[in-house]
Every structure is written in C-alpha cells, then in structure tokens.
C-alpha cells in the first residue's frame, strides 16, 4: 500500500531489537502507521488539511485489516473529542488526529478529556488558523491550547512522530499521569514530506506497550456517576492532581525515553533535546521542524568560531523548567518562537524568562520567525543567532520585519 | 399493563436533587424500568445534571457519564464503540438530554450519530426551555411563551423536532408523555429491543419554568395531549402510527380541546389573558395547532 524496504535506517542504532522494516513515507501516513500498531480500540477522526492523509492513512488499515478497532467518521472535531473521551472513559485504548481550526472547535472537549483524567493520545499538525485562510505551518493553534491540561510534544522528524506516538500512550496511560497527550508536528515540512523510519515488528511494539488497564472505567458492574456537580474545595484538589501529574510526566518522559533507546536504539531527547551544548555560552532553543533546521545552522556557526549550542524544546507541557534553568546557568539564551502570543511575546521566549526568573542572570532575545507558514531556513537561523551574539537584538524581534 | 405492573426497578435513587413535582424524575423512573440496570446513560448540561446530586455522591443506580452540552450523541457513539471492542455489545447506551441539548446545541452531534446508524437510544425529555439555567427560550418553546429571554411571549413557533429525526430513517422513533407512564414504559421498551438509532421524546412540563402548581405536572402532560399541543406516535419503517388519544384526534374520532384549556393554567402565558385577552395571538396560536394537526392527516393517515 505505501512504500517500505527491508533494511537500516541512519536512524537505525544499537537497540536489543535487531528486526525492523524501513519505511519511507511522509509524517502523516508514519503517524497513521504508529497509531495503528498501538492497537487503539477506538479511533474517532475529522478530516482537516493537512491532517487529511493521516486519516486516510487509517481508513486503509482499516481496509487491510491491520487495524483492528472502531473507526467513527464523525461530523465534527467537536465530535471526534466526545466519542473519544466516551470510549475511554468506557475503559479502552483511544486515538484522533487534527489540525488548526479543527483543534479550536476540539478546545471545550480538550479541556474536558484533561479533567476527566482520560488518557487519549492525538496528533495535531502545527497549521495556521485564519483568516485569511492558510494551510501552512505555524504553532498558534496548539499553542492556544496550553492551559487544557494535555501534554504537548513538538516533533523534529518522522522517526520521532512514530517513536513519540508509541511513547505517548504509555506515558498517557501511566497511572501517575493519566492525561491525554498532543503530539504536534509541522503542516507539510513533516506531514507531507517523505523520511525514511525504522518501524519495529509488531511483537516488539506490543512488549513496550501492554494492553490499557484503566484504574476506572463506566461498567455495569460498578455503576458510578462521572463529572457530576462537585464543589469548589474539592474542584481545587482535582486542578492540584492534574497539576502533580503533569510534574509526574517531567520523570516519566525520561524513563519511556530511555527504555526505548534500549529496546530500539532511537533517542530524541527528554523534555529537551541538546546538541552541541558542551562548552555552548549562547544556546539557542527551539520547537518542531525549526529545531532540526537549527542543528545545521548550530554546525555552521561552530565551524565559524561561535561557542553556540541547541536545545530543541519537546514537550511545551509540561514545560521543562528545570533544564532551561540549568541551561540558563550555563550561557544566554536565544529563543525562536513560531508563534505570537498577540499583545504579549512569544510563548516560549516567556516561559524561558519565567523559568529563569530570580535564579538565572542570563540574557534572553526573542525572536518571532515563520507565522503563516514562512519558510525559516539554516541561513535565517544564523543571521538570527549572530543579532543576539552581537548583542544588538531588542528584547523581542520579529524576524525579517523590523531589525536583524 | 397497568401501572402497578411495571417492573419494580428503581435506578433513580431517593434523594435526587430535583425541584418537587419534577417531570424528568418521573420519565427517567419509567425509562429504567423498560431499560434496567443493563445500560450506561450519557448525560450533557441539564437538568439531570443537577438532579444527579453532588460529587461524590449520586441519585442513579447505573453508570453514568456527564459530557459537554452539545455532546451527548458523540459521546455515546464512542461509549457504545468500546463497548463493542470489549464484546459487550449487549449494554444499552442511553443518551439522556433536554430540549436545548437536543433541538440547538446538540442537533449536529445527533444528527451525525443517527446517520452513522449509532446502535443507542437518543431521549429528549422536552419541558421547551432552557430551565436548568433559568428558564430560557429554546428552539422546542411555543409561540406565546414567555421565557427570561421572550419577555413579551417568544415570536416564533417551535421546531418539529420529529419531522426532523424522520428525515434521519432510522429504525424506530416515538414522541410520549410523562402523564401517560404504560405509554412511556413501552415505547422505550420497544425501543430497547431494536439496533441501531432509536429517538423517543417525552413532553416533561415543568411547574417552576411553566408557572404551574408543583402538583399540576401530570394534568398539564394529559392536557397537553387532548389539546393537541403534543402528539403521541411511534415511528417504524417509515410509518408513523398515532396511539392513545393522538390517534382518535387524528381520526377525528375525538375533537380536540381547545388550546386554551391547557394554555390559560401556565403563568407563562399569563399575558395572554391579562390585563387583557390578546385575541390575535391566541387566535394565531389556536389555529397553528390546527394546521399541525392537518399535515399530520396528511401524511399519517
């Protein structure tokens, strides 16, 4: 159905599992392909570009019967929110995919999966939210999504989307974090881009990932009222457990990070991923297919003489606090962010300033670069982190309209 | 069967939070009678939601699962799919909302889960107004009434929410009343031994939304009938059958009572009649119910 050899992949490392297939093929239908091996007993999907093909990328394993759960074809992400937080409140694996507009009419839902304590994994393709009406990448849309309660990861690559998938329903369903995860990938540069990736057999996917045992589910056995009127004093404790759970996460992310690399010999970081940090007095930190973009940019500037590192920001929530903090300890930052928080910064340049507040002497520049989907290349990366070494920046530029 | 020989099953529990005279207490006690203890309910922002009673404690005796307003068919398709997955497909899944959850926010949402064939049973028990917050006009409100938001009596006439669920085809749809409980009893009955879709919507007057006596709920359901403002029917393989007295109005076996009958004991049309009688609008509404009841000959007989 979609192309795939036998072979190594240059991701290809020193795991206990030595079988895998490669398969190149964009972000969309790798991310189709993860889900689908995760065994999810309910997937309930709207198709929205540039999610599109990740959808379809199921129906055809639906078709081929790898796929072996409800598919519901819903008539709205609204939809697709509610029948997933109905099927895993009834005690079972679930999936969705969105993008852009969809995951704003999800907002309410998000909220309720969080609260509701329901581990459902979805990806979200990082796509502008209009108007006017544009299909490519920027982070608006996830990160208006912030305070839900979901955690968020940004990806890289297509190895990463599939390893991250398969991660994300274990961290998820992790008792001590019970929470829904997003995981966010860029409109196009990944989901419609073509990679090589190691895909694992089967069997080896099932020993990392046991069947869900939810600690409650809707059962006629034990019939219990879920999400009914509850009071401000114990409201408050729910908030405090969501908020331990996402501080949970902060170690859990590293244990299913490094049990992985054991197993599959893949790593691409914990909270953050660093490059070339050793001995780093400037780093520079980023999200998602930028933060790949960087390391080229981090090589080049290296190679000129500048003491420059990356650390590529993967989880936005929770938000890695106490590694900014050491990085902060180390050299100044610099921050790319894809996305405008209008009327204040952006989100990451200011959660990086939160971080080092009162702890940290560090100069931190902000610099807003591709919205609407503007393309921001190796090149622009160093003009960008040579105006903060320079240290003419201003506190927060927009790259490519004012300064630099 | 007579009342006295419905099963005894209680999943409503003494000590709900409901206001006295509550008609959705009473359809909720039919409802699980016909359905027992067999069955998971998806509940969305209504009055159920407050008649449930406070975290941590319940007034039902059945899983339940609160869900956004607009939610409560969505919802249930994905309770029902893991229910499939779990080959427990012989759980009843009952969606359980108010008019403003059925007839506004929640229309896309059903729509979407009756054309998907959504093997559960949709109830909307319809007391024509938004009432957990407040008493406010929604699309199920008559022509007349006043609400906090149609001060002078609502402008428009309601939506015929039947027409609309028999534009879906499903297998089986019904309109009941609280006042007549055997009715009720069987529709949901009938309704529960069917797969796929099934509606059934249940005319639930409310004493603090329509200013009546708490102890007036039933007689304003029967009057609802025999005035015609409501209509008894089942839908089956596209047939629509009229039963109880419906049917001996729509075969003019009976003459309706006039609409004032059951309009004039309602505060919330009190201003139709006081400080003076409003002749035109109660011509108007007198006459719709009439045009109603002839597209139903039309159609049905």
């Known amino acids: 159905m979609r192309q795939c050899m036998q072979g190594k992949s240059h991701y290809h490392g020193k795991g206990d599992n030595e079988k895998m297939t490669v398969m190149i093929d964009t972000g969309n239908y790798i991310a189709a392909k993860a889900a689908t091996m995760a065994h999810p007993d309910v997937v309930a999907a709207y198709p929205i570009t540039p999610q599109t093909t990740l959808v379809e990328g199921i129906a055809n394993y639906v078709k081929s019967g790898e796929f072996k759960g409800e598919y519901i074809c819903v008539e709205s992400e609204h939809s697709a929110m509610s029948a997933c937080i109905g099927a895993s409140a009834t005690g079972v694996r679930t999936f969705t995919g969105t993008s852009s507009h969809g995951l704003l009419l999800m907002h309410e839902m998000l909220h309720w999966a969080a609260l509701a304590r329901l581990p459902i994994v979805m990806c979200n393709i990082n796509r502008v939210v209009g108007p006017g009406w544009n ?22 690559s297509n190895q990463e989307i599939f390893d991250t998938i398969i991660q ?16 966010n990938y860029n409109a196009f540069i990944l989901s419609h881009t073509s990679m090589p990736v190691d895909i694992p057999e089967q069997k080896e996917i099932d020993d990392f990932l046991p069947k ?11 019939p219990i009222t879920f999400g009914n009127i509850i009071l401000p004093a114990e409201y408050e404790k729910v908030r405090k457990d969501m ?139 160093e003009t960008i982190c040579k105006k903060a070494v320079s240290g003419k920046a201003k506190d927060c530029e927009w790259y490519g309209l004012e300064g630099v | 069967m007579a009342i006295k020989d419905l099963p005894d099953t209680e999943c409503v529990m003494p000590g709900s939070a409901a206001c006295p005279g509550c008609p959705a207490t009473i359809a909720l006690r039919t409802t699980f009678k016909a359905l027992g203890k067999n069955t998971i309910m998806v509940v969305p922002a209504c009055c159920t939601s407050v008649i449930e009673g406070l975290h941590p404690n319940t007034s039902f005796d059945v899983p339940v699962m609160n869900i956004a307003f607009e939610a409560a068919a969505a919802g249930a398709s994905g309770v029902k799919a893991a229910l499939k997955q779990q080959g427990k497909d012989d759980i009843t899944v009952l969606a359980w909302a108010g008019d403003g959850g059925t007839y506004d926010i929640g229309i896309q949402a059903l729509s979407g889960a009756l054309e998907r064939q959504t093997d ?14 407040g008493i406010q006009r929604s699309g199920a409100t008559p022509y007349g009434a006043w609400t906090t938001t ?6 428009e006439f309601r939506k015929e929410m039947g027409e609309i669920i028999q534009a879906h085809h499903i297998p089986y749809a019904a309109q009941a009343c609280v006042s007549y409980p055997e009715d009720l009893y069987n529709k949901v009955k009938k309704a529960k031994s069917i797969k796929g879709p099934k509606y059934i919507e249940i005319i639930a007057p409310c004493p603090p939304g329509w200013r009546f006596g708490m102890e007036k709920t039933v007689e304003m359901g029967t009057l609802a009938v025999e005035t015609g403002a409501w209509a008894l029917y089942e839908y089956e393989n596209d047939v629509v059958t009229f039963n109880g007295k419906s049917k001996l109005l729509l075969e003019k076996k009976i003459e309706p009572k006039p609409i004032e009958d059951w309009i ?38």
């Open chain 2, 264 to 301: 004039k004991l309602q505060g919330r049309f009190r201003h139709l009649f006081k400080p003076k009688r409003d002749v035109k609008r109660l011509k108007e509404i007198q006459e719709h119910t009439d045009m109603v009841w002839e597209r139903y000959r039309k159609h049905h007989l």
């Open chain 2, 120 to 133: 559960f049973i949709y109830i909307c028990y319809n007391n024509q107004i938004y009432s957990n917050t």
């Open chain 2, 150 to 155: 149609t001060v002078g009596g609502k402008t």
């Open chain 1, 135 to 156: 299909i490519w990448t920027d982070e608006n849309d996830s990160i208006s999504q912030r305070d839900t309660g979901w955690l968020q990861f940004y990806c890289s």
């Open chain 1, 212 to 222: 869900y045992k939810p600690k409650w589910k809707l059962d006629v056995e034990n």
């Open chain 1, 243 to 381: 908020q331990n759970s996402q501080e949970n996460a902060k170690k859990l992310i590293p244990e299913i990070a490094k049990e992985w690399k054991k197993k599959f010999g893949r790593y691409h970081g914990d909270l953050i991923e660093k490059y070339n940090c050793d001995g780093a007095e400037y780093i520079l930190l980023s999200m998602g297919a930028i933060g790949a973009e960087s390391r080229v940019a981090i090589n080049n500037l290296r190679k000129d003489g500048f003491k420059i590192g990356l650390a590529r920001v993967r989880t936005f929530r929770p938000f890695p606090k106490e590694e900014i903090l050491k990085l902060g300890k180390q050299g100044n930052l610099i921050v790319i962010d894809r996305n405008i928080s209008v009327g204040s910064e952006g989100a990451v340049f200011s959660e990086v300033k939160a971080a080092l507040y009162g702890k940290s002497d560090a100069k931190v520049y902000g610099f807003i670069a591709g919205l609407g989907g503007k393309d921001v290349t190796y090149n622009d990366i």
């Open chain 1, 168 to 183: 994300s329903f274990k961290l998820a369903e992790n008792g001590k974090v019970s929470l829904p995860v997003m995981i």
